[in-house]
């Protein structure tokens, strides 16, 4: 089955503890995705990558990390988790950037930094 | 700057009825305009989409009016169903080559009332 897959579902963690959230796609799409979801706001993309060693900002990028060192893998990184990282978070694949939005989604990572 | 505004923020409509959701773009270099449906503890699906060169996309009950000179687009929902009830988002991209990725309206959440 086409799939994006994040972990972990749930996650809560203390202010500046290191976390890694995974994400893995198994549809050979060059592009993949970062968003954060927070009522009110809908989703805003914190990274992208369009390859393998590519990756750019997105609209909200700052705290965040990320890397793509195979095309499959997209982890998301928190070197230092702040309470105003707590989010819903998404990542989302894609043939291409230009696809035309054929994003697939995962099923999401709800954050919680205390 | 918020690039594609998006209301009502939140919807009820009978069952039967027609739902609809206004979006509205800034940016003229969009060129694609897809609809997401989300269901609690999902991530977004793709509903249906249109691009600028047609002003009208049926999809069953699903339908999308794009007016380029206004620059808005909207989704009506006919025959509105209580397991329509969900979060709607729309998003526009430029699909021209460039980097970005979607961007996404705030999301309307609407209930079908049985």
């Known amino acids: 089955e086409a799939q994006v897959t994040q972990n972990p579902r749930y996650l809560i963690t203390v202010t500046g503890k290191k976390l890694t959230v995974t994400c893995s796609q198994n549809?050979?799409?060059?592009?993949m995705s970062w968003y954060r979801q927070d009522p009110g706001l809908g989703l805003r993309q914190i990274y992208y990558s369009m390859n393998v060693e590519v990756t750019d900002k997105g609209d909200v990028p700052e705290g965040y990390k990320v890397s793509r060192k195979e095309k499959r893998n997209f982890p998301l990184i928190l070197e230092s988790p702040s309470p105003n990282q707590t989010s819903l978070y998404f990542c989302?694949?894609?043939?291409?950037?230009?696809?035309?939005?054929?994003?697939?989604f995962g099923s999401g990572t709800r954050l919680t930094v205390v | 700057q918020q690039q594609v505004k998006q209301s009502p923020q939140s919807l009820i409509v009978q069952k039967g009825g027609i739902s609809i959701i206004n979006c509205a773009y800034e940016?003229?270099?969009?060129?694609?305009f897809p609809w997401y449906q989300q269901f609690p503890g999902k991530g977004p699906a793709l509903l249906i989409a249109?691009?600028?060169?047609?002003s009208e996309k049926k999809e069953g009950r699903f339908t999308i009016s794009f007016n380029k000179s206004a620059k808005q687009f909207s989704l009506h929902i006919m025959d509105s169903q209580p397991g329509d009830s969900a979060t709607y988002f729309c998003a526009a991209m430029g699909t021209g080559g460039g980097a970005d990725g979607l961007t996404f309206g705030k999301g309307t959440h609407l209930i079908i009332q049985p």
């Open positions: 989302a694949s894609s043939l291409l950037s230009g696809a035309g939005g054929g994003y697939t």
């Open positions: 249109i691009r600028p060169d047609v």
């Open positions: 940016n003229t270099a969009f060129d694609y």
């Open positions: 549809m050979n799409h060059e592009y």
